[in-house]
C-alpha cells in the first residue's frame, strides 16, 4: 500500500460549485501534511499546510482527521484558476522523508 | 532573491549515456531533495539529504547518483542503469528537521532519452 494515496480524478465540476478531495495516508507516524498545487507543466507550490484543528485561507479548508488518517481539501465558490493539480504531502520517518500523494486532477468549466 | 536553480530545463540524452542535472539553492537550507514525475503521475522520491555530505535513498534510487558536498548543491546523475529515464525532474529544499517547513521547488528539468 502506498504511504499516501489519493484518488486521481479528474474532477471536472462547474465554476462556482464546492469540490472536495481526501488524501489518506497509512504510517501512523506521519506528524504534518501539506497540499501542494501543480499547473501543468510547472513546479509544485504549497497551497496550504494542514493542521490538527483545520485550517481556512479564503476559499480553501484544509482538515485533518487522525483517527481515519485521512486529510481532505475543500474548495469553495470554485474559479476557473482553481483548475490544477492538487498533491497531498505527508511528512514521515522522524521528519526527514516528505511523501506525495499520486495526485488529483481538478478541471473547473464554465 | 533567493531560490532554488535547476538546470538544463531541457535535455536530450541518447541511451547509454550518463547525464547530471544540477541543483542550486541560496535559502540557507539544509535539507535538499530530488523527485521524478511522470505524465500524469505524482512525485515519487530519488533521494534525499539533510546535511553535507550525507544522503540517503528515496523510494526509486536505482539508476540515479546523488552527491551533497556543498549545502547549497545536490546535483543527480541519471545513469546508463536507469531503464526509463524520460521524465520531469524537480529538486526540492527546505529547513531540516522538525515537522513544518515548506518545500521550494525549482522549475524542473525536463529530460528525454532519444
Redesign the interface.
Known sequence: RKEVE?D?GPFNVPEGATVAFNCTYSNSAS??F?W?RQDC??????LM?VYSSGNEDGRFTAQLNRASQYISLLIRDSKLSDSATY?C?G?IQG?????????T?LTINP | DGGITQSPKYLFRKEGQNVTLSCEQNLNHD?M?W?RQDP??????IY?S?IVNDF?K?DIAEGYSVSREKKESFPLTVTSAQKNPTA?Y?CAS?LA????G??F????SRLTVL
Open positions: 489519493q486521481p506528524q504534518s501539506f501542494y507543466r510547472k513546479e509544485p507550490k504549497l499546510s498533491l504531502v511528512i521528519a526527514q522523508k516528505l511523501v506525495f500523494g499520486q495526485g486532477r | 535539507a531533495y523527485y500524469g503521475q505524482g512525485l515519487r522520491l534525499y539533510q540517503q528515496g520531469f524537480l527546505r528537521g522538525g515537522y513544518t515548506e518545500l521547488f525549482g522549475e524542473g
